[in-house]
């Protein structure tokens, strides 16, 4: 009859003894410096060494050459207490389940005032102490408290709490721990050498996890299988069998079904966990437990190496691959779907409807709403992307224009498809600004350079507008064009009239205030002389300029300003009245005031963010607002400057209704001759005169443009004074000064 393998294997000294260091170091030295306790207590879960290690300090302490932490094993007490002897008469074993009560207790305490007979010590070991009764204990307190010389007590107990304060004072406590997993595989396989069995690498994991660290356990379990091994020793397959856990085959299977998606795949290994006889709960542990080694080799890719993982080299190698191919998220959101399913199947009547339920949890994120389940769906979009697999369904990229930003993809490919296409010649007029404009028109090749053209008749199709322009109000022929009021911003072009030519104005310059056409749609006055030479025009731009021209941006302006009137008035009223387009580089829109002080209203008032999503809601672009000085647009009046002709210039001295006793007249571009003198307008509203002394009404400035009390536009609700400066400025009143 064959020995137990624990029993076969039993340490006989400190050292033999394994992953029970911080015990048994402590007792060798206490051996040495012969400061050993009349009391112990050996705590920790069952099969970890408690009793063996009682027995090994007994004969440490009745060895020949004892006290000594290493026994010498030829003295007739250490053959007596060595594996397979007959024991010793003065190391007394209780079995205190059977021997806890009071009666046993005074039976011990008069025998224990007897001596040895023929050891140094007598010794109790008193195992499963826990069990005795709060009576035994108290009927032992004194002798434990005050034993003789030659009297040594020794408790052994999986629950050291039971065991009453009065006793665990008296003694030196000493916890013992579950052995850790790679400390017993390679005991096992020490021991499986000496037993000269061939055992395959994936058994030794599988032993220990059932063993769960305790030595006598794995022990046992090992010796099962060493009992049935045939002639080519223990195999995979015969322990998977034997001790109910999953072939990794399945686990394998199941895993790659959820990277893929692929339930077919999911639910036939369900079917053949279930027609295989296999616990469908022992499945999805097992199934958790090869989810937490793939969520542990995502986050650590040498997790193999460093012992986080107790697996075979290829079975490693395995999870890694399997590892790469799930998202983080994607991969938590398994295990957590599994861990909370392995706990609802407890009780369950039907296991294999909740494991199935369980897959398609796994399977469907989409069919959830909470934050892990869209982060898998994120990742699992992302693993298809990098393969490939939406490449077929992406469209071109959307550009700065009117594209709207962030869209799925192919969405604009299908605007593409109905947006109108840019006509082969110049059209009657410059199109309105809208959505459907396209990114990226083929560039207009520059004209030769030619002399200034006289005006075309009004029924001529002109030309668009030098690029940098400011647009033009064009009246209806069917009606005269009117002068704006002071301070008003141009309106549109009038649907169905003709845009001015180029050579209309030559002498406005890019960005300059825009003029009104002649009364009723007459002919543009003929450009004056030129102050200096005139250079080459620039292109003109195709009717369906791009939205990253400055000069489409300007023509767009107007609309901008409206989606601006219809968020905050007062951002309206600072940009309509100082503010005007003076760049943009495709995704930069720069703004420029007349001076200083407005810039800084308008970024410290909070416009900058208001204009910002207005330009937003209306294009559908996110562009970057930047607020710059400018002092040649906007309201303010220009700076005195030299001297110039009668009827114009800037500070020169001629006719009436100049700046400085001159007209104003604009300063002629580089490559443009000069513009002639507009009409100045009369009091009421009428029809703007013809002819070279038209002149430009003056600017108003803020501070003098007082809305009228039937003003539609007036709202006289706004907060003033200091709860204005508070709700728009975040100001603080930090002192109140009354004047008298």
Not at 438 to 449: G, Q
Not at 502 to 525: I, Q, Y
Not at 604 to 616: D, P, Y
Request: aromatic share 4%; hydrophobic share 40%.
């Amino acid at each position: 009859m064959s020995l137990a393998l624990y029993r076969r294997y039993r340490p006989e000294t400190f050292a033999e003894v394994i992953g029970q260091e911080h015990v048994t170091d402590p007792l060798q030295q206490a051996l040495r410096n012969n400061r050993v306790n009349h009391a112990y207590l050996f705590s920790g879960p069952r099969g970890c060494g408690k009793t063996t290690s009682a027995r090994i300090l007994a004969r440490c302490l009745n060895c020949e050459q004892g006290p000594t932490p290493t026994p010498c094993g030829e003295c007739r007490s250490c053959q007596d207490l060595a594996r397979g002897g007959p024991g010793s008469i003065d190391v007394i074993e209780i079995d205190a389940a059977s021997h806890g009560g009071v009666d046993d207790a005074r039976d011990l305490r008069e025998k224990a005032f007897f001596g040895p007979a023929s050891s140094r010590y007598k010794i109790y070991i008193i195992d499963e102490a826990h069990m005795v009764t709060p009576q035994g204990f108290n009927a032992l307190l004194k002798v434990v408290e005050e034993p003789p010389e030659h009297l040594k007590f020794i408790f052994a107990t999986t629950e050291p709490e039971k065991v009453i304060g009065t006793i665990r004072s008296r003694t030196h406590h000493y916890p013992f721990r579950l052995v850790p997993p790679g400390t017993l595989r390679d005991y096992l396989a020490e021991v499986c050498g000496r037993e000269s069995i061939p055992v395959e690498e994936g058994v030794l994991p599988l032993v220990v996890r059932a063993g769960a660290g305790s030595v006598r356990d794995s022990m046992s379990v090992m010796d099962q299988l060493l009992a049935g091994a045939g002639a080519d020793g223990v195999t995979y397959a015969m322990a998977t069998a034997l001790l109910g856990y999953t072939d990794g085959a399945l686990l394998d299977d199941v895993v790659d079904a959820f990277a893929a998606g692929d339930g077919a795949a999911a639910f036939g290994v369900v079917d053949r966990v279930i027609e295989g006889g296999h616990d469908p709960r022992r499945f999805v542990a097992d199934l958790l437990e090869r989810l937490r080694d793939l969520v542990i080799l995502a986050a650590v890719p040498d997790a193999g190496e460093k012992g986080l993982i107790d697996a075979p080299a290829d079975v490693v190698e395995r999870m890694t691959a399997q590892a790469a191919v799930f998202g983080a998220a994607e991969l938590s959101r398994a295990a957590d779907v599994v861990n909370a399913g392995l706990t609802e199947m407890r009780g369950a009547t039907s296991p294999r409807l909740q494991l199935e339920l369980i897959c398609a949890r796994v399977l469907l994120p989409a069919a959830y709403g909470d934050e892990q389940s869209v982060q898998a769906r994120l990742d699992r979009l992302e693993r298809q992307a990098l393969a490939g697999g939406l490449a077929a369904g992406a469209g071109p990229a959307p550009s700065v224009g009117y594209e709207p930003v962030g869209h799925a993809p192919g969405a604009a490919a299908a605007r593409a498809a109905v947006r109108p296409q840019p006509a082969p010649e110049p059209a009657p007029a410059p199109p309105a600004p809208s959505a459907s404009a396209p990114s990226a028109p083929a560039p207009t090749p520059a004209p030769e350079p030619r002399a200034p053209q006289p005006p075309a008749a009004p029924e001529q199709a002109p030309a668009a507008s030098a690029p940098g322009a400011w647009p033009t109000a064009t009246a209806p022929a069917a009606q005269p064009a009117r002068t704006p009021a002071p301070g008003a911003w141009p309106t549109a072009t009038a649907p169905g009239s003709a845009a001015p030519s180029p050579a209309a104005e030559p002498g406005r310059r890019p960005g300059a205030w825009p003029t009104a056409a002649p009364a009723g749609g007459g002919a543009p006055v003929p450009p004056a002389q030129p102050a200096q030479p005139p250079a080459a025009p620039a292109p003109a731009p195709s009717a369906a300029a791009p939205v990253g021209d400055p000069s489409r941006v300007r023509q767009m302006w107007p609309d901008i300003l409206e989606a601006v009137k219809n968020r905050r008035r007062f951002t309206w009223i600072l940009l309509s009245q100082n503010a005007q387009v003076v760049g943009f580089d495709g995704s930069t829109l720069q703004v420029g005031f007349a001076n200083p002080g407005a810039r800084d209203s308008f970024v410290n008032g909070g416009s900058e963010e208001v204009l910002r999503q207005a330009v937003g809601d209306l294009l559908n672009v996110e562009w970057k607002i930047e607020a710059v000085v400018d002092p040649s647009g906007g309201a303010g009046s220009p700076a005195a400057g030299p001297a110039g002709p009668p009827g114009g210039g800037y500070g020169g001295a001629g006719g009436p209704g100049g700046f400085g006793g001159g007209a104003p007249a604009r300063r002629p571009a580089p490559d443009r001759p000069a513009a002639p003198p507009t009409a100045a307008p009369p009091a009421p509203p009428a029809p703007a005169p013809s002819g070279p002394a038209a002149e430009e009404p003056p600017p108003v400035s803020i501070e003098d443009d007082i809305p009228q009390e039937d003003d539609p536009d007036l709202d006289d609700t706004a907060l003033s004074g200091h709860e204005l400066f508070v709700r728009e400025l975040g100001a603080t009143v930090i002192e109140e000064i009354t004047h008298d």
